[in-house]
């Protein structure tokens, strides 16, 4: 198994901490986060990565666990997390990258292929819709209203970081394991969220994420559609996010493709890490994904 490196790489006037694996001479595939996990949300997914020889990056993004932290809400505006994202591109010597992300890290990942197609060799999403497809989606199914609801809570100013820190993270925690199937996260893997999440000033940096960009995420001027190669990997037993976004944001993929995992949840790739990874590499390699459940093409 290929060693993991970590490195502080500074990008769009901020320092990321990026956990690295895999051969340096390897195409790079650029693994991207949601809340409230960091790099170590893919720990599943790096070495099995690695092992097929490519070099594989995971940072935590802007205001999580060990990277810098701004202090101002519009530090986390989406034309940030974008810039940082193109910036370890760029810092990477790499032309071209293979993009992965989940939950925010895939809204990151959309807005990215979106904006900048020429540095993406593919797409891949997990349980991320793309922005245009949201908006839609609660205007047609008001029950994803309610789903999302706990982004209203995010909205209080202090309130919610300071509430969580004061019961040790407990509620965080059970959200997890509630969200998530039985036994998909063990005690081990809850302390290290725990210790990331203690980090100074990282749940008020997280939560600032939703603060900056909820409601009235900044407009691209880039299309909509997203040309490069996409797969959208979605758990249909989601809490958060209805399946039927996956599909939704398929209208926006010129070339897409979707699977649904019918017993995953929003945390699909911690509860079906073979059968994730391996559709991952299939579309990488350039095979047809291979499910039961398929939400379209």
């Known amino acids: 198994m290929e060693k993991r490196e970590h490195q502080s790489i500074e990008t769009n006037g901020i320092k990321l901490h990026v956990v690295q694996q895999g051969p340096e001479e ?27 020889g ?16 701004p202090e101002k809400v519009t530090d986390y505006r989406i034309e940030y997390l974008v810039a940082d994202i193109v ?6 010597g790499k032309e071209k ?16 292929a979106r904006e900048f197609p020429q540095l993406i060799h593919k ?3 997990l349980n991320a819709p793309h922005e ?6 609660i205007v047609r199914q008001p029950s994803q209203l309610l789903k999302s609801s706990y982004i209203l809570f995010f909205q209080l100013r202090k309130v919610p970081e300071r509430l969580l820190q004061f019961s040790n993270w407990k509620p965080a925690l059970s959200a997890l394991q509630n969200s998530s199937r039985k036994g998909t996260f063990n005690d081990e893997e809850l302390q290290c969220y725990r210790t990331a999440w203690s980090q100074p000033n990282a749940m008020r940096s997280m939560i600032n994420w939703y603060r900056a960009n909820l409601p009235g995420m900044t407009a691209s001027k880039a299309p909509l559609k997203v040309t490069v190669p996409t797969l959208v990997i979605w758990g ?8 039927g976004l996956a599909d939704a944001s398929l209208q926006y993929c ?31 390699a350039g095979y047809e994904a291979r499910s039961t459940e398929t939400t379209g093409k």
């Open 26 to 52: 390897g195409d790079l595939v650029l693994l991207l986060h949601g809340f409230p996990e960091y790099w170590y949300g893919w720990h599943k997914q790096m070495a099995y990565l690695a092992d097929k």
């Open 54 to 69: 490519f070099r594989v990056w995971a940072p935590d993004q802007r205001g999580y666990n060990l990277s810098d932290k």
């Open 87 to 92: 910036g370890l591109i760029k810092a990477s």
């Open 97 to 112: 990258v293979f993009l992965i992300g989940h939950d925010w890290g895939g809204i990151v990942a959309w807005r990215v």
């Open 123 to 125: 797409l891949i999403i």
């Open 132 to 137: 245009a497809a949201m908006g839609r989606q």
């Open 236 to 243: 249909a037993k989601d809490q958060f996010l209805g399946s």
């Open 254 to 284: 010129e070339n897409g493709q979707g699977i649904l995992l019918g017993e995953a949840t929003h945390w699909v790739q911690h509860e079906e890490p073979e059968h994730v990874n391996q559709l991952m590499m299939d579309f990488i």
